[in-house]
């Protein structure tokens, strides 16, 4: 591939994916990279541009002294963002100072729009800021061409250097025109040519796997999550029946789900197993409370019969992953052949005498992914499916896990699901939970004491934070009122209305 490349420095920013994505977004290919990065090494890379990201530190602590200053003075044009505004201009000279009260949220600033990296912006805009110290001073040769209130220096340039630093977060919403800012940077200042797109990824990852496994049979751990999927279609394609895929049914699957995932890959060209555990996760559970044992106990015996499994198969010689890039980049770069860390089959490769690990999506983003899914054929309801947990039903149903309480719930997260698919309600991912509380009702003229079923549901971007879902109260009890009609064993239902923080998005 001999895209035009933009390269993020990663400061350990929370945000140096959204900045990542919002760069392919705009069809500019974008890479990750730690911030101690030498020049040597970017200069091999031959990025267009190079955006330092924000992060925890301060100048004055370690990752500055990392950061090779030759970076500045490759020709190459720089925005720092935040954390790392403040190290282009205490590398070059300028002055950074502790603030007296730090400055979280979201502002006004005022910002020179003759200059290129603000072509098209408001003179006044809203930004999100988030920093405890900041530049006091800009290095020589720098203008600065932004302030709020309590920052006097927000952004500043030196056009004939081509670096720029803004002390506010462009990649987040919040930033009203953050989006414009990033452009104008990849455009104006980096003159990208927007030549990224995925127009021949597939053929050429085909490629390069037949290349990488020869004749070699390979071993892929299908979950019937989005990564997995897409993964073992694209390696059908390369490879048909050298492929061998697992998929462990532990029986902790929402309503029909284990079936509609047989259904879709025992058509393909592909050796698809389904092996039926959970007779074996559910005696696992048993007694259990407590969910990180649940969950502890849970990816232990997928390894197991994963394990057990895949020794069946002498020949196999590659594992197989749906590692995608967010992936890669939240274990540091420091990835390589690593074991997704959630993916439940961590320590296989060297048990299982794998020759190599294949991993034909490690360098997409999630949106991507589902492109890639999309041009193979798979069906949308399975591209655009909401996140499920590993551990699965286990951690929705609160307390001890057995067959009934998971059948209970899947009829009443049926019912939710049939609903909302109905409705026009956006909402990011939702889900009915059994709490573990018993109530007091009556139907007919009978007592009745039986579950309690939570609905959850929250609409977010980066499943980091959510906000609950407004879902309209009439939608609600049409929903209550079928799920306690419906479903025998409960008698009342409530909607969560807490956001994350302070709760989570599961309930377990
Ligand atoms: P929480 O509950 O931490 O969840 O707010 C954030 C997102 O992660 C999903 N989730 C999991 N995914 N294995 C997974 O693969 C897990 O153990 C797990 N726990 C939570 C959750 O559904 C939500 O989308």
Not at 381 to 404: D, S
């Amino acid at each position: 591939m001999s895209n035009q490349t933009i390269l993020v420095l990663d400061f350990g920013g929370q945000y140096k994916e959204l900045i990542a994505r919002s760069i392919r977004d705009a069809k500019v290919y974008s890479l990750v990279k730690s911030g101690s990065i030498s020049a040597d090494e970017v200069r091999k890379i031959n990025p267009i541009g190079i955006i330092l990201t924000g992060g925890p530190n301060s100048v004055y602590g370690d990752s500055a002294q990392e950061f090779d200053a030759d970076i500045l003075s490759l020709g190459v044009p720089v925005l720092g963002i935040c954390y790392g505004m403040q190290l282009l201009c205490h590398t070059l000279g300028g002055h950074v100072v502790s603030c007296k009260t730090s400055e979280f949220g979201v502002t006004k600033a005022n910002l020179d729009n003759s200059s290129e990296i603000f072509k098209g912006v408001s003179a006044v805009t809203k930004v999100l800021m988030s920093h405890s110290d900041r530049v006091e001073r800009a290095p020589e040769g720098f203008k600065v061409i932004g302030h709020t209130a309590k920052c006097p220096v927000c952004a500043v340039e030196n056009p004939e250097k081509r670096l720029y630093g803004v002390q506010f977060h462009p990649e987040v919403e919040l930033s009203v025109e953050g989006q414009q800012v990033l452009r104008n940077f990849l455009f104006n200042v980096c003159k990208a040519s927007a030549d990224y797109d995925l127009g021949d990824y597939i053929e050429r990852k085909i490629k390069e796997v037949r290349e990488t496994v020869g004749n070699d049979t390979v071993i892929l751990g299908l979950s019937g999550g989005v990564d997995s999927s897409v993964a073992a279609t694209l390696l059908s394609r390369a490879i048909g029946k050298q492929l061998i895929c697992i998929f462990v049914d532990h029986g902790l699957m929402r309503e029909n789900e284990g079936d509609e995932i047989e259904s879709i890959f025992s058509k393909m060209d592909l050796h698809f197993v389904r092996v039926d555990a959970e007779a074996r996760f559910l005696e696992k559970l048993k007694g259990v409370t407590d969910p990180e044992k649940k969950r502890k106990i849970i990816g232990a015996e997928f390894a197991y019969v994963f394990e057990e499994e895949a020794r069946k198969f002498e020949n196999a010689r590659y594992l197989a992953q749906g590692t995608i890039y967010p992936d890669i980049i939240e274990s540091g770069g420091k990835h390589n052949a690593v074991i997704k860390s959630h993916h439940n089959v961590g320590g296989l490769p060297e048990k299982l005498n794998f020759k190599g690990v294949v991993e034909p999506l490690n360098g997409l983003f999630k949106n991507e992914v589902r492109i890639v899914g999309k041009k193979l054929g798979l069906p949308d309801y399975l591209i655009n499916r909401q996140p499920f947990p590993g551990p699965g039903l286990a951690v929705r149903v609160m307390g001890e896990v057995t067959k009934e309480k998971c059948d209970i719930l899947r009829k009443a997260d049926k019912i939710y699901r049939d609903e909302i698919e109905k409705s026009n309600v956006k909402v990011s991912q939702y889900f009915a939970v059994l709490t573990g509380v018993r109530t007091v009702g009556v139907m007919g003229d009978y007592r009745t004491y039986d579950y309690l079923v939570a609905l959850r549901a929250v609409n977010t971007s980066d499943f980091m934070t959510a906000q609950y879902t407004p879902i309209p109260h009439r939608l609600l009890q049409k929903i209550s009122s079928r799920i306690v009609n419906e479903v025998k064993g409960v008698n009342r239902v409530c909607y969560d209305i807490t956001s994350k923080p302070p709760s989570t998005i599961e309930w377990e």
